[in-house]
């Protein structure tokens, strides 16, 4: 009778490739030292994956890719990311934005450096930055900066030019309001002026018809008061 094998801990292994992936020892860790371990876990998959057709190993060779897991696991020599530069060149990106000479530059500008700069951030905070992806993200700030400096004449006047189109657009702007405003305050005295006119004919009228009625009277009472004295 055959014993039955195992498959218990070499599933656990397999599947806990990507949690280890995710680590600087992968990450950061020599092309050999990853190959190895690569290697391991792709065997150990071959092995569950014949299990799974029904064509099972036995219980040694399948300890043994095991092993082999989880000596290339241990085995993997990747140090933890040094993100000083990166921390660094963020620091002095930071003291930048905030300044007086960032605000000056064209908008396309300081919009390109705070896209570029967040981005930067968030290499900085996650836990998966590998080391040459941190200095290569340092170095693309460092050069924004060298490139900025070099380009300072021109950005300079671009972002006075702008200014001066903002301010002629923004008076512009306040003349336009300024002719709607009129044109409204003519509308309504003409809406006034017409209002008031048809309230002082509307009184008129009724004064006249008022008068035209008091007459009547006043001619019938005269005559009855003849008529009364005969």
């Known amino acids: 009778m055959n014993e039955k094998v195992v498959f218990d801990q070499l599933n656990k292994d397999v599947a ?20 190895l371990y690569d290697e391991a876990v792709r065997m150990g998959e071959d092995v569950l994956k014949e299990h799974e057709e029904g064509h099972n190993e036995p219980q040694a060779m399948v300890d043994l890719v095991d092993q082999a897991i989880y000596n290339s696991r241990k085995a993997l020599n990747g140090q933890q990311t040094d993100k000083h530069s990166l921390h660094m060149q963020l620091s002095r990106a930071g003291q930048f934005l ?72 923004a008076i512009a702007a306040r003349k336009e309001a300024e002719k709607e405003r009129k044109k409204r305050e003519a509308v309504l005295a003409k809406q006034k002026a017409l209002a008031e006119k048809a309230a002082k004919e509307h009184r008129g009228k009724k004064e006249t018809k008022k008068k035209k009625s008091g007459g009547l009277r006043g001619f019938w009472s005269f005559l009855g008061f003849h008529k009364n004295q005969k």
């Open 16 to 35: 806990d490739q990507t949690r280890v992936r995710q680590t600087y020892k992968y990450f950061n860790g020599t092309d050999r030292s990853k190959g």
């Open 98 to 169: 905030r300044s007086q000479e960032f605000t000056g530059l064209p908008i396309k500008t300081q919009q390109y450096w705070e896209r570029e700069i967040a981005a930067a951030h968030n290499v900085e905070v996650a836990s998966t930055t590998d080391q040459a992806l941190a200095n290569k993200t340092a170095i693309k700030v460092a050069t924004m900066f060298d490139t900025m400096e070099q380009m300072r004449p021109q950005l300079v006047k671009e972002a006075a030019q702008q200014r001066a189109a903002r301010a002629k657009k």
